[in-house]
Nanobody, 127 residues
Framework: QVQVVEFGGGLVQAGGSLRLACIAS???????MGWFRQAPGQVCEGVAA???????RYIDSVKGRFTISRDNAKNTLYLQMNSLQPEDTAMYYC??????????????????????WGQGTQVTVSA
């Protein structure tokens, strides 16, 4: 069973950057990896995902600002977040799953599409 742990959250001013990392307990080369976030009182939303071939997907609100990447040799997933805004404030979770594919290609999917989750790392963006 894959275990994942997130690192890198913190407090940053609007316009700033953070880089989240997620380290897996074993190889995740065959898994799709995703970043989800949940703000207080809000539903959990998928932010970005990357599959085993390196295909990526982002929600519209982070396109051009966030970059998801993976280093399979290090069993590590990253989320580079630039131009952060207060609305990006949330608990960020790393997740691993089999991948979601639709007619248009790879999709981020929803929480139920991922079987392995970390404990989360808090990102707070001040105005």
């Amino acid at each position: 069973q894959v275990q994942v742990v997130e690192f890198g959250g913190g407090l940053v001013q609007a316009g700033g950057s953070l880089r989240l990392a997620c380290i897996a307990s074993e190889t995740f080369v065959d898994l799709t990896m995703g970043w989800f976030r949940q703000a207080p009182g809000q539903v959990c939303e998928g932010v970005a995902a990357i599959d085993m071939d390196g295909s990526t997907r982002y929600i519209d609100s982070v396109k051009g600002r966030f970059t998801i990447s993976r280093d399979n040799a290090k069993n590590t997933l990253y989320l580079q977040m630039n131009s952060l805004q207060p609305e990006d404030t949330a608990m960020y979770y790393c997740a691993a799953g089999a991948g979601v594919y639709r007619d248009g290609g790879m999709d981020i999917g929803s929480e139920r599409d991922y079987g392995y989750w970390g404990q989360g790392t808090q990102v707070t963006v001040s105005a």
